[in-house]
T-cell receptor, first 114, second 114 residues
Framework: AQSVTQPDIHITVSEGASLELRCNYSYGATPYLFWYVQSPGQGLQLLLKYFSGDTLVQGIKGFEAEFKRSQSSFNLRKPSVHWSDAAEYFCAVGPDNYGQNFVFGPGTRLSVLP | SAVISQKPSRDICQRGTSLTIQCQVDSQVTMMFWYRQQPGQSLTLIATANQGSEATYESGFVIDKFPISRPNLTFSTLTVSNMSPEDSSIYLC???????????FGEGSRLTVL
């Protein structure tokens, strides 16, 4: 069965510092990979997705993620964090892009220090 | 993109009562899903709401507890029946369209059961 792990439950960074959120997945075939962000009291918003092709994908709000098949990873990065980036981040994996059988990771809570 | 409206956004309910959550989408969608997000947890899929047929429930969720309606391609309801404090969660409606290749989420319905 497919699974997603996010090793870091909570990360704190200073505003302006770089950020990397880790995501590892277990899936038997080529997965569809997603990163979502959930701000307090809000639903989930898609940051970026990977289906195929270039393994470095760009998303909204200055985020990027790199798919590494050999490491079964899809880590999210941002070169300079803004206070408004404080939120919960979820990595997700699916067998396709139709939404069925998506599996979400446990989430990483990001706190940003002024 | 798809814009999803959920009602109510939050509610406080008494044990033993039932609450119906509505999900309205601004365009026709094939796939609609209901997720539960327990406090401090990730998302768990409750069921897939199928238009014109019964919903498909995930393991651990049953129709008697979470009846779902999907009368057309833009609307669905989820009822949480005979509520207990353990049902206190955020319930999220989500949709997908093949053309978009992603899940869109409503802002969620935060339910507190006393």
């Amino acid at each position: 069965a497919q699974s997603v792990t996010q090793p870091d439950i909570h990360i704190t960074v200073s505003e302006g510092a770089s950020l990397e959120l880790r995501c590892n997945y277990s899936y038997g075939a080529t997965p569809y990979l997603f990163w979502y962000v959930q701000s307090p009291g809000q639903g989930l918003q898609l940051l970026l997705k990977y289906f195929s092709g270039d393994t470095l994908v760009q998303g909204i709000k200055g985020f990027e993620a790199e798919f590494k098949r050999s490491q079964s990873s899809f880590n999210l990065r941002k070169p300079s964090v803004h206070w408004s980036d404080a939120a919960e981040y979820f990595c997700a994996v699916g067998p396709d892009n139709y939404g069925q059988n998506f599996v979400f990771g446990p989430g990483t809570r990001l706190s940003v220090l002024p | 993109s798809a814009v999803i409206s959920q009602k109510p956004s939050r509610d406080i309910c008494q044990r033993g009562t039932s609450l119906t959550i509505q999900c309205q989408v601004d365009s026709q969608v094939t796939m609609m899903f209901w997720y539960r997000q327990q406090p401090g947890q990730s998302l768990t899929l409750i069921a897939t709401a199928n238009q014109g047929s019964e919903a498909t429930y995930e393991s651990g969720f049953v129709i008697d507890k979470f009846p779902i309606s999907r009368p057309n391609l833009t609307f669905s309801t989820l009822t949480v029946s005979n509520m207990s404090p353990e049902d206190s969660s955020i319930y999220l409606c989500s949709v997908s369209r093949a053309m978009d290749g992603e899940l869109f989420f409503g802002e969620g319905s935060r339910l507190t059961v006393l």
